[in-house]
């Protein structure tokens, strides 16, 4: 298969086991995706949905949140990590949004990425799941997906992001990203990775990457 036929298949297959995705995290709004989104960086999605009923219980807009000090932000966030740095660009981009935008989330992915906390993923994920702007964020998963399956050269996320962008159609970007997610974690992840449930990389994997796979499944 040519990428192009790779793309197709990958559309397809994950239209097949995904015709209905899950949201990885629970929000009401842009505000509250926002700052969910900032608190999954180096965390996993469950222990911040464990986290954010907690803080949106004190502070779900950004009127309230200022209303908080860092430091109660930081104890309350503590579990997900680097909780002295999330708490104070949660302040202050809380502060920024009423003192720029009437305490409204930007639509736009570059005034989103001005925001302390915010890089260009999370700005991206904020476009694509709460404005439905189509935008494609790489985090790991689809990152070592794309090379898996021989649609990126995997040297680093802003590659893989142009490859997605260009191979995939930009109407299927919003839900092709999350069908990524999911199918990473369930069929195709890091560790304990068992080709044979791997019906994709199985069928258009990269040969290097499924030869590497065999031969050390083989010496165990």
Known sequence: MNK???ASYVI????????????????????????????????TDVKVNQITPLLFDRADNPYSMVRLSVEEIREIIKPVGLSPTKAKAIHRLSEIL???YKGQVPKDLDLLEELPGVGHKTASVVVSQAFGIPAFPVDTHIHRLMYRWGLSNGKNVVQTEKDAKRLFPKEKWNKLHLQIIWYGREYSPARGWNLDKDVITSTIGRKSVVSDYLKHKKSR
Do not use: F, G, M, R
Not at 19 to 30: A, G, N, R, S, V
């Open 4 to 6: 192009s036929e790779k």
């Open 12 to 43: 397809n297959t994950l239209e097949d086991i995904y015709p209905t995705i899950p949201i990885p995290l629970q929000h009401k709004d842009p505000y509250t995706l926002l700052i969910a989104v900032l608190l999954s960086a180096q965390s």
């Open 98 to 100: 009423i003192e720029k």
